[in-house]
């Protein structure tokens, strides 16, 4: 078994060796360097176009996933090694995608067979970038209240309504969707899910601006929208379950946010440069003390995480847990941007001009605060705890 | 190390609670508390516990012990925390077994080490001279005197330090630049002439010492670690009973907790149980949460001493400063959320708070260790 492993990291780093291009084994600086396919997709270099079609075609894109539908075929060791030897040389990764990220996992859990042929293979070679449609006006913490309705009309349904806070919504070149197809039914059980073409006629898409300004944000709307019956997965009315699981997905996504900026300079050793210290000391007592305070919640969910990774290993499933996660990871996140502005003072009010970025500070410490609103509300990441682990009642 | 329990440690975790349970509860504190009792803990509780080889975890089997490790002695201690059973476990378990292993000064330890895991000998660690907690001021002074040396001064709030046979005292035999260099231990008897000791029953039934050093002599052999060398001896001992009573402050916030999500699900008030109101359910959530961050600290700081690891003293601050501030607001809204009844006597959850509050003090509450970590991270 050693011995296997052991042949497989030699493949692997081999394999990388050569295909990976050298301009790809450096860590993504900005939202552009990041990769993610598509039909209208411009490529920033050869090299980028170069690696994504490498991995797709390896499959590694989706390491996971079985080989039948384009995937790596990889087990959790496997998995494990792939991740090791991209992380040796830097290898950033091929491709940025809801299709592998959330629409994978579900199609392969409640798709048939056809589907599964039909979609699969082109998500994980890249070719087709998804757009995710769940929030509506009316359904946002209320999800399941969604209203789109779909009418059946023998062979198709035709789709109206309009549905919000659609990330890359222009971008997208298929859109995943939850629509109502019974509205007598209880709102849970009369919700379908299904797939389409953004250039369908009868969508529109409009981009929404955020207090921090641009957004991959959008509006979708749906005028009589004519969606093939193939293109409805799993069974009818019985979408909520997939889109469920898809939720526990994203949180569980969303709740590494806290630490994604493992990278960045320590809160503290930034405010002993720009503020100043004395014998070590910081010259800003009450900012020290909130400094310290944050800085303890953050090694502490660090360790936490690590805890629930070490315990996900040895076999314990995560549940609700991912609940807890997606809440303080984002509190801590909200927490880490009022501190730096606190620490950059004035130049932290810079909103154009080139030393601010064009003011990124003070639009990413805005852009936080929509992260205990994105993905579930806090509130609702804390009716889940109380519900779904300390079993309270209601 | 996976930041998991393995089976020998659950097998340890699993005896300590069914021990407790069923020997020393809740009750058998109270019991202590109503009676005529002198020491806050029962020395015939204790004799049980060594029989169980608690007294004995940490220390290496050359001296009669189990060396199963910290992270093993932190199970019982958070297990003790569910149930607020009084023990000399800290003082002298932790803290004392500490200070001689770490000393390296063979002769105590071949002398004292197996009395302390037969659970007939009790030492404290004696360090404060201030009511706030500052372990490197010491003015406690040790003077050459013929073969041995003459101590004077005085040491406050000993924890255990009314049962103790011997204390492990601080003391300056130099003065310089560095307040932490020049600094010696001494193994103290507790019988020793020009010592005089006063008691003083605390909040939570415990008891501590203050006590006067008048001219007290003792020989070159009860020095612990090198002569001056003891500061590196009582911050490493400092931080390990900090990781030790944070483990102990865990098992306060998980039982209080339990037993308040217990109380939500059955009080009734307006026809309902109160569990339903989002005010509460919230409230209860967040505070799941900062206990399972206390879980990761406390496991993580007991394995880097196990491992010897160079996070130790980071790791303690961490933990002293999080579990405190935790275990705070645990027996904070334990007794909000009883209501009424939480701040009866009769009730046990008010017992809590108490146990906390002298935790959180003893060897630097959260705002010290708060500072202490921004210190180390340069800030």
Known sequence: MRDDLNTFRKEVRDWLENNCPEEMRSPIESEKDACWGGREFTFQSESQRLWLERMGQKGWTAPDWPTEYGGGGLNGEQLKILNQEMARINARPALFSFGISMLGPALLKYGNEEQKQMFLPPIVRGEIRWAQGYSEPNAGSDLANLQAPAVDMGDHYILNG???????????DWMFCLVRTDSDAPKHQGISFMLFDMKTPGITVRPINLISGLSPFCEVFFEDVSIPKEQQVGELNKGWSIAKYLLTHEREMISWTGLSKAGADPLGETAMEIIGGTDGILDDSILRTDIARFEVDEMAFALTIERARDEVKAGVSLGAVSSWFKFFGTELNKQRYNLLMDIHGNDALAWTGEASDDGK????????KGNSIEGGTSEIQLNIVAKHILGLPG | MALVLNEEQTMLRDAAKDFLNNRAPVSHHRQLRDSADGHGFSRELW???????????IIPEEYGGLDYGYAGLGLVLEESGRTLTPSPMLSTALMSTSALILSGSQALCELWLPQIASGDKLISVAFEESSQHRPAMVDTLAEPEGDGYR????????????????????TRSRRGEDPCEGV???????????????TTKLLDNHRVCDFQLDNVLVSREQLLGPLHGGCTILRQTLDRGRIGIAAEMLGIAQETFDRTVQYLKERKQFGVPIGVFQALQHRAATLFGEIELCKSVVLKALQAIDENSDEITLLASLAKAKCGQTANLATA??????????????????????RWRALNQQLGDSRFHLARFARLQGY
């Open chain 1, 162 to 172: 309009s549905k919000i806070w659609t990330s890359y919504g222009d971008d997208g």
């Open chain 1, 361 to 368: 500070l003070a639009r990413d410490w805005l852009r936080t």
């Open chain 2, 47 to 57: 004799s049980e516990m060594a029989d169980m080889g608690w007294a004995a975890i």
């Open chain 2, 151 to 170: 101590l004077n001064g005085t040491k406050l709030a000993v924890i255990d330090g009314a049962s103790a046979d011997a204390y492990i005292v601080s």
């Open chain 2, 184 to 198: 010696s231990l001494f193994l103290v008897p507790a019988n020793a002439d020009g010592l005089e000791i006063k």
């Open chain 2, 333 to 354: 809204e334990a007794i909000q959320m009883h209501g009424g009844i939480g701040m009866t006597d009769e009730f046990e959850i008010g017992f809590f708070i108490k």
